[in-house]
Nanobody, 117 residues
């Protein structure tokens, strides 16, 4: 299984980024997908998750109203649109796949998001 995340970078507070994750070697439509993040010195936490067909989503309270998770099953892609970014959103973001709601079975490599004040 490969989960290849991209789209991270440096952005000013108030700006936007869109993370993408390309999945391969798994039956994409059979997995719930999610994004976790880990800031320096902190635990890795769930940011957002999306169900098999996209009908259900889940967000951390800290990102509700600012982040949107979506998926394209035909292209085996999952996205995280991040708006109104804050310095506290600075972290390494990880793409994950899960058969549960929501404990990851698979992790991708992380992509760094840095929000400057």
């Amino acid at each position: 299984v490969q989960l290849q995340a991209s789209g991270g970078g440096l952005v000013q507070a108030g700006g936007s980024l869109r993370l993408s994750c390309a999945a391969s070697r798994l039956t994409f439509s059979s997995y719930n997908m999610g994004w976790f993040r880990q800031a320096p010195g902190k635990e890795r936490d769930l940011v957002a998750a999306i169900s098999l067909t996209g009908g259900s989503t889940r967000y951390a309270d800290s990102v509700k109203g600012r982040f949107t998770i979506s998926r394209d099953n035909a292209k085996t892609l999952v996205y995280l649109q991040m708006n109104s970014l804050k310095p506290e959103d600075t972290a390494v973001y990880y793409c994950t796949g899960s058969r549960t709601w929501y404990a990851p079975d698979y992790w991708g490599q992380g992509t760094q998001v840095t929000v400057s004040s």
